[in-house]
């Protein structure tokens, strides 16, 4: 940020500046990875820049892409993944933002093409038993949007195959906490993998979790 420029609770833009500082902050993305967006009402959403780092960005920096219609513009490039936010955002009107990371454990296992099971019961964060692997696409390719909303249904995360990680919330505090949750268990998930097989929890016990969460807490949306 900017020395001269305040944050702005009620400005989209500052709101995002502050999200892609809080993943590098919390080591979920670093330099010129990742990017993040928000929805803006029923016509648009907002989205990082292409290759510019969080400490570069201000909350000027975001830009502005409609949900159909002419996406072609000119001045500030909106992230190389605005495609698979804009196609998210219309298939999932639940949904008000995305992040998306390159942490370093979920992304190990994005790079082996292995989903994460049910070997804790907080896999239930994400929406379901499990957090999907979708299959690999190009990066910024309609087939990579339509290989992520396939791994995203009834769930809120998933990661992409020797790619990295989406997660989605109501808010971007609730997404980038979302991928701070998945990254969290990914590392757990690589540390049982190195000691044996990992027990995973039945389906039946995972939809006594999923019910429970229903009303449990402060939960990540």
């Not at 994400?126 to 910024?140: L, N």
């Not at 990295?164 to 949750?181: I, K, N, P």
Request: aromatic fraction near 6%; hydrophobic fraction near 40%.
């Amino acid at each position: 940020m900017r020395d001269s420029e305040k944050p702005d609770s009620k400005d989209p833009g500052s709101e995002l500046l502050r999200t892609m500082q809080n993943l590098e902050q919390m080591g979920l993305n670093r330099g010129k990875s990742g990017n993040a967006s928000m929805r803006l009402g029923a016509d648009a959403f907002l989205v990082s820049p292409s290759g510019i780092a969080p400490q570069e960005l201000s909350s000027s920096s975001f830009v502005e892409m409609p949900l159909s219609g002419d996406s072609n513009r000119r001045g500030i490039q909106p992230s190389s993944e605005w495609l698979m936010h804009r196609d998210i955002y219309l298939a999932r009107p639940d949904v008000s933002a995305i992040v998306h990371t390159h942490s370093t454990h979920a992304t190990a296992l994005a790079c082996v093409n292995r989903s994460i099971p049910a070997f804790h019961y907080m896999i239930a964060v994400a929406g379901g038993d499990s957090i999907r692997c979708a299959p690999y696409a190009t990066f910024g390719t309609q087939a990579l949007s339509d290989f992520a909303l396939e791994a995203l249904v009834e769930r809120r995360a998933c990661l992409l195959a020797n790619h990295g990680v989406l997660a989605l919330g109501a808010s971007s505090e609730s997404a980038a906490l979302l991928a701070l949750e998945v990254e969290n268990l990914s590392e757990q998930y690589c540390t049982a993998l190195q000691l044996g097989d990992p027990v995973i929890l039945t389906t039946e016990q995972m939809a006594e979790v999923l019910e429970k969460f229903k009303t449990y807490g402060q939960r990540i949306e």
